[in-house]
């Protein structure tokens, strides 16, 4: 099992040996802005490194919602950082499941997923594994409840496409930790990345803050048990810098073979 966290995008190479870390999550661009990924001069570095790569798309992208604005340009940006995701020899891409507005039929949210799989057949196909993450909040969400997720799974199944976990939003969501790998499996047949994160906020607050795994108000052994269950790679999404992350690298390191 392979275990690393999500590290600044100048030096992940670096970053990733300061903490221990077998795997690396960054970003390509600014998280909160629309702007397609460029070559990176690090990138043959980043494929003859023995670390395994993911990419976290912005958080912008929304291809759920009824906004054209918003809509059109999600599906653009997340096959242009797929593309940069593939560049880097990325296992996966994760971005998060979207909503739609308030007042607003989820069921469409649901669909336009489907077209966004279906646009980049159509370009092609997506040259880095989409993995759709859980999120903590929101009553018109497309992943935060699980009885969506499989409603989306419904949408989307046919075609392939991957899950990550994110511990700290299924608590927040409301979802029980303890059988959480079980059911999401039973939906998407697949875990492909667990996100390892302690929540700052109590069950179902719907608040998406991340804490590390000694801290914070989930058992930091249930999350354990989450990664044991699911023996996908794990990314700890957490605070802390070098110190922080890489205690609960070593937390996590030091149990899951237990």
């Given amino acids: 099992m392979r275990i690393g966290a999500h590290v600044d995008s100048t030096d992940p190479l670096g970053e990733a040996a300061a903490r221990g870390a077998e795997t690396v999550q960054f970003f390509l661009t600014d998280p909160q802005a629309w702007k397609d990924p460029e070559p990176r001069a690090d990138a043959d570095a980043v494929l003859a490194a023995d670390v395994d790569v993911y990419i976290h798309a912005p958080y912008r992208i929304n291809v759920a919602t009824l906004n054209n604005r918003i809509r059109i340009p999600s599906r653009k940006l997340l096959l242009t950082h797929a593309q940069g995701a593939a560049a880097l020899g990325a296992k996966g891409l994760i971005v998060h499941g979207g909503h739609v507005g308030s007042g607003e ?4 949210g649901f669909d336009n997923w489907r077209k966004t799989f279906e646009y980049g057949a159509k370009a092609g196909g997506f040259p880095t594994p989409i993995l759709i993450e859980n999120t903590a909040g929101g009553d018109n969400a497309c992943a935060r409840r699980f009885d969506a997720l499989a409603r989306l799974w419904e949408a989307i199944g046919d075609y392939e496409v991957g ?19 079980d059911r999401i499996k039973a939906i998407t047949g697949r875990i492909d990345l667990i996100h390892a994160n302690g929540s700052k906020d109590p069950f179902d607050s719907g608040r998406d803050r991340h804490d590390n795994l000694g801290a914070g108000t989930i058992d930091p052994e249930l999350i354990v048990a989450v990664v044991r269950a699911a023996g996908a790679p794990v990314v700890v999404e957490t605070p802390g810098g070098v110190e922080g992350q890489g205690a609960d690298i070593e937390f996590l390191r030091d149990r899951v073979g237990r």
């Fill in 163 to 181: 899950f990550c976990l994110d511990t700290c939003h299924a608590f927040a969501a409301g979802e029980d930790l303890l059988d959480a790998v």
């Fill in 105 to 108: 039929d989820v069921a469409v």
